[in-house]
């Protein structure tokens, strides 16, 4: 399995590289992972083993632009002439 995590306002990002199991499902199981401060019900445990770690270089990593902040018709807006953004309904 590979697992890529990133935050894209705190780069860079990580990737992990392991072998997952699902635990089979067990009161003892369930409530180790379980948060109790979080009111969804658990469902599965899956338990991931990991092999090797490493970061991202940053460069590699797309930073996300919000629409709002970008002036209309510059590339990338979703207005823009000649964009192939969709936005439904719009």
Known sequence: MFL?????????????WGHCRVVESG???IEQVR???YAARVER???LEVEAWDTNCSSHIPH?????????GSPG?????????NMAGN
């Open 35 to 37: 948060d109790p401060d």
């Open 64 to 72: 996300l632009v919000p629409a709002s902040t970008m002036p209309p």
């Open 77 to 85: 807006h979703p207005r823009a002439e000649g964009s192939n953004h």
């Open 45 to 47: 445990v899956i338990r």
């Open 27 to 29: 009161a003892a199981s």
């Open 4 to 16: 890529p995590l990133v935050d894209y306002n705190a780069l860079p990002g990580l990737k992990i």
